[in-house]
Each structure stands twice: as C-alpha cells, then as structure tokens.
C-alpha cells in the first residue's frame, strides 16, 4: 500500500512557476512508476508527466513538453513536478500517482494549480 501526499500549489501569473511535490508513504518507493495528472474543470483526467523507477525516463504529454519536468528523489520518497512558463490552461488539480506496472494503482488527493491572465 503506498500513501500519496502533493504539496505545492498555489495561484501563479501567466509566465511563472511553480514545483509540485508528492511524498509517498512506504518503503518501496523506488519500486514505482510515478506519475503527475491534471484535471481542469469540466474536463476529463489527462496525463502529464510520468517517471521510471531511476529517474533515468520520463514521460511528457505534448502540452508541457519543454516546460514542465519530472523528477524523483528516492531516498525522500518523493517526485517533483517542476512548472515553468505557466498558461492559464494549465489551471487544474493536480494529481500524483503511482504503480508497479499496467493500471495506476495508487492517486493522491490532488493540489489545485490556479494560473491568472
């Protein structure tokens, strides 16, 4: 069982940044797939950004590529989520998750990202 825990959000002006993190309970931590989603009002879940157990591959949905980075520390049980040059479109609750393989397993209870005009 891991426990996922996001931290970081807040509201932002277009153009600024922001860095998600999701602490995860466990001692498997570095067993993990780890992943960001978002959901904007009204709309579905998306993916974001995904990180392999190393840290040595990740994952971009094509809106934030080049913007957005993921990042893990295991020896924190913990992954980040760097935002920079941030758009009103990614106004959202943010979610960290996690699995081993296949299905995502395990989800946080979300971090809401408001980025103002």
């Known amino acids: 069982q891991v426990q996922l825990v996001e931290s970081g959000g807040g509201l932002v002006q277009a153009g600024g940044s922001l860095r998600l993190s999701c602490a995860a309970s466990?001692?498997?931590?570095?067993?993990?797939?780890m992943g960001w989603f978002r959901q904007a009002p009204g709309k579905e879940r998306e993916f974001v950004a995904a990180?392999?157990?190393?840290?040595?591959?990740?994952y971009y949905a094509d809106s934030v590529k080049g913007r957005f980075t993921i990042s893990r520390d295991n020896a924190k049980n913990t992954v980040y989520l760097q935002m920079n040059s941030l758009k009103p479109e990614d106004t959202a609750v943010y979610y960290c998750?996690?699995?081993?393989?296949?299905?995502?397993?395990?989800w946080g209870k979300g971090t809401l990202v408001t980025v103002s005009s």
């Open positions: 998750a996690a699995k081993e393989s296949g299905a995502w397993d395990y």
């Open positions: 466990g001692r498997t931590f570095s067993r993990y797939i």
């Open positions: 990180i392999n157990w190393s840290g040595g591959s990740t």
